[in-house]
């Protein structure tokens, strides 16, 4: 048993080491004093600086900020109610009309970016944010209808039962029964959204405007003329931006469940 103990600590060690290994990587050479990534000549926070000057990196991270937020917004919307009236229907085709639903995130980006380009084109909609959040929402929906779909699965319909014989209407009864039983899963399927919208490169090149560039493709096309350290400070504070909402999440979480068990 120890023989096992040890090896699996030794995989699971290994897999971190992969997976951790480049952000390491990249957190260290944003304070490489050299323009270029492939070795480190010094310690310097000149990158910091040259990123706290980029107008246009920096309205790029808002554009893919403001992007991701109205598209998670709109999936959650989409996804919750769609996954709330599946599981409500009864009819042969629901198995279908299920995995119709996800096909969205099984095209590839490539195949469903030219479709979001000749759609938009033939209905003359001008390339922009309004393209942009059109696109996202539509991969974006399929997590969260997934996500919310499995929570509804595990639920007891008797505490949806009883709120309509206490007297509850069914609008009533799905703001104040179904709503906070799925809560956790339409977050969780918001944040997974948004990370998918925040980190799309190939579909916004498709359908972004002439003058309008979000994080991912101003990097990418940076890439033609070669990639400073600059980026790696942008990772790197977008990294710690993410640890530290992590670290504050886990902490509300713990403090709400100690101030729960006192009460």
Known sequence: MKKKWKWSNLYLGFMLLLMYLPLVVVVVFSFNESRLSAEFTGFSLNWYKVLAADRDLKEALGNSIVLGALSCLSAAVIGTLGAVGMARVRYRSKGMMEYLSTVPIMIPEIIL??????????????????????????????????????????????????ARDLGAGPVRTFFDITVPLIAPAVLSGSLLAFAMSFDDVVISIFVNGPRLNTLPVKVYAQLKTGVTPEINALCTVILVVIVLVLCIWNFVGKWTGKHRKSE
């Not at 003359?124 to 929570?151: D, S």
């Open 113 to 162: 970016g030219m479709v979001f380009l000749v759609f938009f084109s033939m209905l003359e909609l001008p390339f922009g944010m309004i393209t942009l959040v059109i696109a996202h929402t539509t991969f974006c929906i399929p997590y969260i209808f997934m996500m919310v779909k499995a929570r509804l699965a595990g639920l007891d319909k008797s505490l949806e039962e009883a």
